[in-house]
T-cell receptor, first 114, second 113 residues
Framework: DTGVSQDPRHKITKRGQNVTFRCDPI?????LYWYRQTLGQGPEFLTY????????KSRLLSDRFSAERPKGSFSTLEIQRTEQGDSAMYLC????????????FGPGTRLLVL | SQQGEEDPQALSIQEGENATMNCSYK?????LQWYRQNSGRGLVHLIL?????REKHSGRLRVTLDTSKKSSSLLITASRAADTASYFC?????????????FGTGTQLKVEL
C-alpha cells in the first residue's frame, strides 16, 4: 500500500503527558499537511510543509504543539503537556506541489486525553 | 475555523435515489474540493472544481460551483449503501499559501437498502 500512513492509530494518554504522532506521506509528494478534527466537525488546518520547510502554521497550533519534517519525507507532530481539549483525530495529508493538487489523507491518529 | 456551512447536516435516502448536498463558503477561492469520510476514518478525495468552472462530472458525481453566490453542490446519482458516509466540501483560498484546505461542517449521508 503506497498511501499515507499514520502511527499510532489510537493513543490514550493522561493530561500533562507528551505525545508524538508520525506521518509517512506518499513518497513522491513534497507537501505534507496536518489537520485536527473534533467530533461532528470538519478537519481544521494546523500546519504544512513543503519538503522540509514548515511554511505555514495555524493559530490553532499553540506553543505546546511542534511539527517537524527533518528530511522532507516523514513528519512528526508532538503535543507537550497534553490537555483534555487536545482530544481529537489528527489527520495527515500529502500532495504533489502542482496546482491544483488533491490532498491524500491518512487514516488519522485518534487521541484521547484523560 | 470552518469555512462555511453544509446543508443539510444529515440526509437519509433509499438506495437508488439521488442525494444532493450543498456547501457555502466565505472567501474567494482557487478551487473547491469534495471529500468523503467513512465513520472514524481518513478522508478520500472525490472531485475538484476550479473557480473558473461551473460544473464537473465524475462517474455518479456531479458538482456545480457558483462563485457569485459562494456556493457549491454535490449530486450523487443512483446512490448505493456503500455511499453512506460524511461528505465535506473544502476550499483552497486565493490568499492562502500551499493550498491549505478549509473544510465545511459536513453532511452525513445514510443510504438505506
Amino acid at each position: 500500500d503506497t498511501g499515507v500512513s499514520q502511527d499510532p492509530r489510537h493513543k490514550i494518554t493522561k493530561r500533562g503527558q507528551n505525545v508524538t504522532f508520525r506521518c509517512d506521506p506518499i513518497s513522491e509528494h513534497n507537501r505534507l499537511y496536518w489537520y485536527r478534527q473534533t467530533l461532528g466537525q470538519g478537519p481544521e488546518f494546523l500546519t504544512y510543509f513543503q519538503n522540509e520547510a514548515q511554511l505555514e502554521k495555524s493559530r490553532l497550533l499553540s506553543d505546546r504543539f511542534s511539527a517537524e519534517r527533518p528530511k522532507g519525507s516523514f513528519s512528526t507532530l508532538e503535543i507537550q503537556r497534553t490537555e483534555q481539549g487536545d482530544s481529537a483525530m489528527y489527520l495527515c495529508a500529502s500532495s504533489r506541489g502542482l496546482a491544483p493538487p488533491a490532498q491524500y489523507f491518512g487514516p488519522g491518529t485518534r487521541l484521547l486525553v484523560l | 475555523s470552518q469555512q462555511g456551512e453544509e446543508d443539510p447536516q444529515a440526509l437519509s435516502i433509499q438506495e437508488g435515489e439521488n442525494a444532493t448536498m450543498n456547501c457555502s463558503y466565505k472567501t474567494s477561492i482557487n478551487n473547491l474540493q469534495w471529500y468523503r469520510q467513512n465513520s472514524g476514518r481518513g478522508l478520500v478525495h472525490l472531485i475538484l472544481i476550479r473557480s473558473n468552472e461551473r460544473e464537473k462530472h465524475s462517474g455518479r458525481l456531479r458538482v456545480t460551483l457558483d462563485t457569485s453566490k459562494k456556493s457549491s453542490s454535490l449530486l450523487i446519482t443512483a446512490s448505493r449503501a456503500a455511499d453512506t458516509a460524511s461528505y465535506f466540501c473544502a476550499t483552497d483560498e486565493l490568499t492562502g499559501g500551499g493550498n491549505k484546505l478549509t473544510f465545511g461542517t459536513g453532511t452525513q449521508l445514510k443510504v438505506e437498502l
